[in-house]
């Protein structure tokens, strides 16, 4: 049974940092993609930031461009989410996300259709 569990969410004020963090358990290889996707109050999900199973690549919402950067830790299959400058617009609930099982290593998952698990998820609010 694969699992996430999500940590790192908090209140933050507008300019802080807040790094998330995602570990999964119950698949030990590296042949899926990862990632963080995002969801305020009263919007649908998306994307934030994904990564490529092999780590190479890497797309972000232009919104959080410059501002957040995602890694991922092969040998503690984990993932994670450095959010800098922070502002009220980045508050939402975050996912963390596993994709379907994969042999195009620099493949990026596209929108919710590509990730076959999810996590609980992790509150994240900006005050402004």
């Known amino acids: 049974q694969v699992q996430l569990v999500e940590s790192g969410g908090g209140l933050v004020q507008t300019g802080g940092s807040l790094r998330l963090s995602c570990a999964v358990s119950?698949?030990?290889?590296?042949?899926?993609?990862m990632g963080w996707f995002r969801q305020a109050p009263g919007k649908e999900r998306e994307l934030a930031a994904v990564?490529?199973?092999?780590?190479?690549?890497?797309r972000y919402a232009e919104s959080v461009k410059g501002r957040f950067t995602i890694s991922r830790d092969a040998a503690e299959n984990a993932v994670y989410l450095q959010m800098n400058s922070l502002k009220p617009e980045d508050t939402a609930v975050y996912y963390c996300?596993?994709?379907?099982?994969?042999?195009?290593?620099?493949?990026?998952?596209?929108?919710?259709?590509?990730?076959?698990?999810w996590g609980k998820g992790t509150l994240v609010t900006v005050s402004s």
């Open positions: 996300a596993v994709g379907y099982r994969t042999y195009s290593y620099s493949a990026l998952p596209s929108d919710l259709r590509d990730i076959e698990y």
């Open positions: 990564i490529s199973a092999n780590g190479d690549s890497t």
């Open positions: 119950g698949r030990t290889s590296n042949t899926y993609a």
